[in-house]
């Protein structure tokens, strides 16, 4: 099942139908849903297909050569465009050629781009050729130097982000609203980890069968992640396990971890580009002096979810039976953790609605304002400057006027001027403010299940 991916398969398809060959880049975090999309895409099409090695060039051709059913002793003088011929010399019409992983194709030399160049320039038919890539610093930061003039070959790039919320819980059709939300705090928009869990399970059960069961599917997949596009991990593992610890500073992580402010920054920095830590700016405002700065965080939830709970336990998780470690240490305080992913379910509601024109304005800017004494969830703006703030309670059952009136607190100390209010719960609302609610037009009472 392909959800929320309409947008991308018509881009690949505007490419399909462009005249002539084309050559585009599709990337994205490891379990995005790259291989779904292009396998939904390819239906129907002459399609071929390779997933490269992080082996040599040499080893490189022989394994690419010997998925062609070819035997070892025709393997040595062969090169890519050798294999490219073969490949497409057979196909009729417009071809498709995915190469999965291609990074591995250029780190060890510019040999493949400069064959795909030669192949392409002789090629008498056409032939759109998809370069697929998990590893997002590396499209993002290196790919351009490393293949040199052969650059001029692309037509486009192509960024998988996160799916949304509502696809989520279009996945996990027996989920209750709660349930999704909780999938969705700990997984993240990732459907490759989301085909693991079961939605006729309930997530406890979930947790405990795929993250901390030794057979679980996902039991080392946070592991992994890391692994596979980092070395030196020891400090990988210690900066994240800080930011999990609650160390969004980078005073506050050279004092837990030790080391210097100036390595802290470079690991940093390349966690950022993987797009597994994001530093927070909070909403610009006249009241910057009452705003934090230089705040980071882990923005990749499933590995947030494993330096928070299972990381700091390792120990546990290997003599106690998982259903006594979910009891010991997570049952207590997922709802914390979950409501902290919760604000940013609420803003893909209000995106949906800015979109419908259900807003009392349409609005060019927004954000989250982080205080030195609270937050604001989220912030919104046109040019005009009209203003929304809204808040977000998931923890508490009861949402209160008091609530409201620390919103407008915050709003104060970030000078801003509330011009309308949202107030989003998954519990009830008091009667207070009900009542101011009924009063002010401009307070909007939103429950969890209009999400």
Not at 161 to 184: A, G, N, W
Not at 412 to 436: H, I, P, W
Request: aromatic share 12%; glycine share 8%; hydrophobic share 35%.
């Amino acid at each position: 099942m392909l959800l929320g991916r309409s947008a991308e398969l018509t881009q690949l398809n505007h490419y399909y139908d462009k005249r002539g060959s084309q050559t585009v880049v599709l990337y994205g975090q490891k379990n995005i849903g790259k291989t779904a999309l292009l396998k939904e895409f390819s239906k129907g099409k002459p399609t071929g297909y390779y997933m490269a090695r992080s082996c040599s060039e040499k080893e490189q051709v022989c394994q690419w050569y010997g998925e062609l059913g070819h035997s070892a002793g025709e393997k040595r003088t062969l090169s890519y465009e050798t294999i490219l011929s073969e490949m497409l010399q057979k196909r009729q019409g417009k071809n498709i050629l995915i190469i999965e992983e291609f990074q591995n194709l250029l780190k060890t030399g510019s040999t493949f781009m400069q064959e795909l160049a030669s192949f392409l320039h002789g090629y008498d038919g056409e032939v759109l050729v998809i370069l697929c890539s998990s590893s997002v610093g590396f499209v993002e930061n290196s790919m351009v130097r490393k293949m040199g003039e052969t650059a001029y070959l692309l037509s486009g790039l192509l960024k998988l982000k996160e799916l949304k919320f509502k696809d989520c819980m279009r996945f996990f059709p027996h989920f209750t609203k709660q349930e999704s939300i909780e999938v969705y705090a700990i997984l993240g928009g990732f459907p490759g980890l989301w085909m693991y869990f079961d939605d006729c399970l309930s997530v406890r059960e979930n947790i405990i069968n795929c993250l901390l069961k030794k057979s679980g599917s996902l039991f080392g997949e946070a592991k992994q992640l890391l692994t596979e596009e980092l070395r030196e991990t020891a400090v990988y593992n210690t900066i994240l396990a800080s930011l999990a610890k609650g160390n969004h500073k980078l005073n506050d992580l050279y004092h837990h971890t030790g080391f210097s402010r100036a390595k802290i920054s470079v690991y940093i920095k390349n966690l950022m580009e993987l797009e597994m830590v994001e530093k927070v700016f909070s909403y610009d405002t006249e009241g910057y002096e009452n705003a934090q700065k230089g705040m980071y965080r882990i923005s990749n939830r499933f590995l947030h979810f494993y330096y928070q709970f299972i990381y700091p336990y390792m120990s546990s998780l290997q003599i106690k039976k998982p259903e006594d470690f979910y009891r010991e240490y997570i049952a207590g305080q997922l709802n914390s953790y979950v409501a902290g992913y919760f604000k940013g379910i609420c803003m893909e509601h209000m995106e949906e609605m800015n979109g419908r024109g259900m807003l009392p304005f349409v609005y060019e800017r927004s954000g989250e304002w982080v205080g030195k004494v609270g937050n604001i969830d989220i912030v919104m703006q046109d040019e005009k400057d009209n203003t929304l703030l809204a808040l977000c309670n998931y923890e508490r059952p009861v949402m209160t006027y008091d609530d409201y009136e620390r919103l407008l607190y915050c709003a104060a100390k970030a000078r801003l001027r509330a011009g309308s209010v949202f107030l989003y719960s998954t519990g009830a609302f008091d009667e207070k403010l009900q009542a101011q609610a009924t009063e002010q037009k401009n307070i909007t009472l939103v429950s969890m299940q209009e999400l």
